[in-house]
């Protein structure tokens, strides 16, 4: 008699630690994991939510007790990829959000768990805000004559000599963009394509992730020309242009950066009506409009510190899972789920989702968000479905133009 099989049950937000839910999901049975984990940097006002030795189970806290340094962080980082790592099939990729300062660190603990590095794709944004210190503050400092009065209209004016030299320098630069690490599990099977045929995962969708083409691309690639200014370069851009790489009807080849903005108050709160979302929201005071006076008004309701915008997490899902075309809907994990934005993305692609989250508050906010999500499917459609790819013929009949003089 064959030993049963537990059947994984999709398209729900598990509450719960990871260490303890994963084990429960069965063994390859997972076809990508896209995730934004703890950056181990005690981020801002979040020092309790941000530091590793908050996640885990008793085992885990007394073992990997966070320090300063990221050993112990990159020992946790390992930790977690192992039980990514069991239920993800084979060839399977894992997206992992992570900070500038511990991305080594990260990477070295995923890849101690058995992933290989791929590439590292950097997500660019234009609002991050600079953190460090000021030079002069802190040579002032240093002499006992700094003065917080000292600032005006956020500039700070040296009180000492030593101190007005070191005017203009500053630690820290404007952060503008996040890396994303790409690891995959190593295949099962002895090629590409064999481990595509059993598990169905291991390669990227190209032309579902393609930017259009520019004016200028468009124009060279409709005129046919070669691209200059010399010999090898042209010939590698015919190629490109031949194998499908750059064509009109089908845009440019996907590169690894993304640009796009961080999400707005509206695309974080949508599905948060319930004001049991308002309760535990960022308030400020503000003068309403219906009788003039200042009171408390909740502002945002979803308070997770580090929400990913939906636009970009539906593009790395497209990037790394398998669509029903192929053979069936991917299957995304998410052990770090938080608000829910990487649900939201798998509902608005019609892809199946995993997520687990350990605070029942941000649980809850992922399965009202997930369901809003559900209830306008129209939402946020701004991709247009990959066109069909060139057929050959055509693509030979172009030769004696592409490769002419």
Known sequence: MKPHKPKLK????LRGDLFVVLPTLPRNSIDGIVTDPPYGISFGDHADWDAPIKHGHAVAKAEFEFQREGRSYQQWCAAWARECWRVLRPGGYL??????RLLHRMMAGIEDAGFEPRDIIAWRYKSGMPTGIMAAVAVDRARGCFKREAFAHEVYHARSKQGRVWDGWHTGLKPGFEPILVMRKPFSEKTLGHNLLRWGVGAFHVDACRPPLTEEQAARVAAGKKRPPTRHLSASWNRMILYGATTAD?????VNLYTCSKPSAQERD??????????????IYAVTPRDGEKRLVTVRRNVHPTVKPVRLLRWLLRLVLPTKREMRRGIVLDPFSGSGSTGVAAVEEGFHYVMVERKRRYARMARARIAAARLDPQHGRE???PKAVAKPAKLLSQMPRLFSS
């Not at 089908?250 to 996907?254: C, D, F």
């Open 270 to 283: 949508r599905g948060l009506d319930d004001e049991r979302f308002a309760k535990h929201g960022r308030k």
């Open 383 to 385: 991709h247009a479905k």
């Open 95 to 100: 997206l992992a959000f992570s900070s500038r």
């Open 10 to 13: 999709r398209d729900r937000v």
């Open 250 to 254: 089908r845009g440019a080849w996907p």
